[in-house]
């Protein structure tokens, strides 16, 4: 029975009991649970891979958190050492190694499919609890090298991925307080819907007093809708007559980014028929978003494609970031090239070209991160 239920027992025996009424009493609770994460690792462009990182050398992730600390990913194409160099070793690290204090943890990793499905996983006996203080965790042969390339589910245009499941356990105790209040009731509030019906009123196309064309797409939308989320529209709307008008776009973008954006300007979410995980959508979401002043969305982009930063697209990405001035976006960039491997990796890319030829400055500040 949980702690809650005890509680809630124990007061209704003290009222059942005829006893003089008294306050309830106060109840505490010693919380220790681990916390528990998951991270993707995409390899865009594994035969490159394999063939510049030799046997001991290393790809790393991005960081990312759980359970309040850092984590990386060491990708090792031709594995660990000489007795795993025909598979690929994965490891789970603390960021920036060797300061993981009180940490301790287990990783599981999962080859997904192209669906993103499980199609190869290490079982839990494997998956053994390591104190990240002198230790970091994953597995010296995830998958032969081999077995991996007669794998179409897997390894399809020279790309898979990986999953970590990683579950953290932290030494330190969490002391809570029980409220009897919250445990005796509480009032259930659903949640707004208003999105839903904004929604609504996009598709329905009522009351609609402007028209965009997007190539052979027409959209209907609402004047003061747009005017209330976008700056920039708001400043075009006044220019043009009252109703009906017809709205320029400021930015190219095709039909299904666009229904997107309008979907994100009514109801503050993406549409579930986006394709977001496309790395392309999301690059032309974030464009417009900077066009129309879309603070949100902006961010929203930049981060899903900051999750997302691989050697077969950071190039690319890191181009998008310094046009679009997305700090954060940019300096994950430039961190996961800071790894001499990763550099090296996407050197090799048709994405770097594009780096060299529109954003210049930026190389200057990578080979001076390198120096340093």
Request: aromatic share 6%; proline share 4%; charged share 25%.
């Amino acid at each position: 029975m949980s702690c809650a239920s005890l509680l809630s027992a124990a007061i209704r025996r003290g009222v059942a009991g005829g006893r003089a009424a008294a306050s309830p009493p106060s109840a505490s609770a010693i919380v220790s649970r681990p916390a528990t994460g998951s991270h993707i690792l995409r390899i865009d462009g594994y035969t490159n891979t394999k063939s510049i990182l030799a046997t001991g050398e290393s790809a790393t992730s991005r960081r990312f958190a759980v359970g309040g600390h850092s984590f990386v990913m060491r990708y090792y194409p031709n594995g660990l050492d000489d007795g795993c160099a025909d598979s690929i070793s994965l490891f789970v690290d603390v960021a920036g190694g060797g300061n993981g204090s009180g940490v301790a943890g287990h990783a599981r990793f999962s080859v997904l499919d192209h669906a993103g499905s499980p199609a190869h996983r290490t079982d839990d006996a494997s998956s053994e609890v390591v104190d990240f203080r002198t230790h970091f965790s994953g597995q010296r042969s995830l998958i032969t090298r081999e077995e991996l390339e007669r794998s179409p589910d897997i390894l399809r245009d020279d790309c898979f991925a990986v999953r970590c499941d990683l579950t953290v356990m932290d030494e330190h105790l969490l002391t809570v307080d029980l409220d009897h209040e919250a445990v005796l009731a509480a009032a259930v509030v659903p949640p707004s819907d208003l999105h839903r019906h904004l929604a609504e009123l996009l598709w329905s196309k009522e009351g609609a007093d402007v028209v965009i064309e997007v190539g052979d797409t027409t959209f209907h939308a609402h004047r003061w809708v747009l005017a209330a989320r976008s700056p920039v529209l708001k400043a075009e709307l006044s220019a043009l007559p009252s109703s009906p008008a017809t709205l320029p776009l400021a930015a190219a973008m095709d039909a299904d980014a666009f229904r997107a954006l309008l979907h994100f300007i009514y109801t503050d979410t993406l549409p579930d028929d986006a394709d977001t995980d496309d790395d392309a959508m999301a690059r032309r979401l974030l464009a417009a978003a900077d066009a129309y002043g879309m603070e949100r969305l902006r961010l929203i982009c930049e981060d899903k494609l900051r999750r997302r930063i691989a050697m077969g697209n950071v190039a690319v990405t890191l181009a998008l970031a310094e046009q679009h001035h997305c700090r954060a976006l940019k300096e994950a960039c430039v961190e996961f090239l800071s790894s001499p491997g990763n550099l090296k990796a996407a050197m090799a890319t048709d994405g770097f070209e594009h780096l060299k030829a529109t954003c210049p400055s930026v190389l200057t500040e990578l080979v001076m991160k390198q120096l340093v």
